[in-house]
């Protein structure tokens, strides 16, 4: 497979971006912030898988999908559930009229625990489910939509009515799911506590290098074949139809792909925010993860994590000092961004930047001899 | 579920439940008639509409003040006065939005969303600053207050009568409008070929900006009715806008009947259910499955036979 070596998948501007990014997580951030803000920054970087994914699905593959938030919560509730369960040990939850179940549950009336739950005791099957109950959901969704030939405008408003369904569901059954609190009260994992500083770093870290991970597949999926088909379906779907791809099923993979990612980042969340609540499911926060993807660029999944970094940082600071302008503020990014910036803070990039960074590289010794394109990349443009 | 009730009761229960929904279809069918305009006709998709509602909502409330302070004799009537200025604001700021939006986006339908999305967050904020972040309520006409006792069980209100009256002409003005008005063809002929149209002399920008404004003001006129059945928040409009857009899709867009159809049968069932199930579980089964038939028939349930 000598046509996937390093020079074919990642360009020397490739290169330098994951470099920088790293630098900027692993070195510069952990060493200039206080574990409070460090620990922030790690639940902005879990958005920022939803973003990635996002990338694929939507700047590659045309689809956009307002119920991200669908993935990222059931991601995060299979974890909270496996840590909730250790937290209302029998010991823990003696004061309660039934021990042993988590304390919701025993607020609503409810004796024993459902049958849903009931694996979740196990660590093994909880992590398995992070990742399989979202992806099986998407692939569901994605089939029965994608081989009906639905996309568009109408994937998009059926899967914010997904996402407003679950939420529904979450907070009318609270005795089963925590209700509109959500679960809360995350104590340890596997007996080692959650809320130490400690532990925040930890997590910070292995989310760090969780994204990474995701920043590699989605780099292999954007400069593989698979990457090309998808921004050929994106521009003219019935062509490549023709041309004897199943369409369908590429976009049913990018999609499932894409809630893997984000079941993930939910996951990263409720280990670092202790909680996971319905407030992250529903259709608000799904269509501002499409925001902090447009904000970094819908064509770059790095520019993606920035977009959900910068957002992030800016809501954070802008909300702390002048909570109403947040509401402002965000609606004229939306709309800025939109109209003046379609490829957001990636194109700026691109546009400005960019050719004073390749000059510099051209006379880096590390990266002369890099290739400045793949081998079958030209540069792809929004349509 | 139905084995603890006796036959005369579920009779009643029907009855009961079934006018509680016909008022709620008068609801979804105001919502959904603007935004037929607008998706269905022009293919833009107006995360804002929810927001022109509660201008709508928010302007009959600055009414109602304003005839209750310097009019008290007249304020009986300045409900239809709050409703065509309702049309009138939703309609002009509609333009407004077209004119430094939306036109530029028509050839990027996704981003129109977005677009829109951010203007909704404008609108709730500016809302919030204006009127205050709580509920307001407007008084509601003595003539508007009382109820018909059909049966025993049966009773209507008259607010709701007077909602579902609304509904009933606001449809019948759109219909003829759209489908017997000359300025009804050319808007259809500017959605279904746009260079043809623009060649026959029809001026295509204007015909653009005129649709989405009348979507818009009937956003408005719906905003002004709900105020006669409730009160209106900021980020009320939010809370309507997945049911809406549920409505017009699965209606099939670019049809009136459609549209009253899929109204009609999406607030009969959830309102069923709701009586049996409670409000949430009802809501996730009806919004499920119309998600459902979706995927079975993504065109909706009725459709245009056009030759694209």
Redesign the interface.
Known sequence: MSNFSLSNLMTRQDVLGFVVLALILLVVLPLSLDVMRLNQVGKYLSFAFVTVGLVLCWGYGGILSLGQGVFYGLGGYALAMFLKLEASSPENTSIQSTPGIPDFMDWNQITELPWLWEPFHSFGFSLLAILLVPTVLAYLIGFAMFKRRVSGVYFAIITQAISSILTILIIGQQGYTGGVNGITDLQTLMGWSIRTDYASYVFYFVGVALLFVCLFIAQFITKSKLGRILVAMRGQEDRVRFSGYDVANFKIFVFCVGAAFAAVGGAMFTLQEKFMSPSFVGIVPSIEMVIFCAVGGRLSILGAVYGALLVNVFRTVLGESFPELWLFAMGLLFVGVVLAFPDGLAGVYQKYAAPTVDRFLDKAPLFRRWPSSTSHSEPIKAS | MFSDYSATELGSIFAMQGFAGLILFAVFLLMALGLAIIFGQM?V?N?AHGEFMILGAYITYLTSNVFADYFPALFGGYFFVAMVLAFLAAAALGALVEWT?IR??YH????T???T?????????SY??IFGAREVGVEVPDWMAGSFQVTDFVELPVNGLFVMCIAVAVTLAVYLLMFRSSWGSRVRAVVQNRPMAGAVGINTAKMDRMTFALGCGIAGIAGSAFTMIGSTGPSAG?DY??DT??VV?FGGAASILGTVASAFSISQAQSTMEFFL????A??LT??T??II???R?QGLFTLKVRK
Do not use: E, T, Y
């Open positions: 293919g998709i995360m939006v530029r986006l990027r339908p996704l981003d969303l977005l677009a999305w951010g203007l909704s967050l404008l609108m709730q904020q919030r600053s939010q806008i997945v857009f549920l899709v409670g409000g949430s579980m809501k996730v919004l499920l119309v998600v979706l995927m079975f993504p």
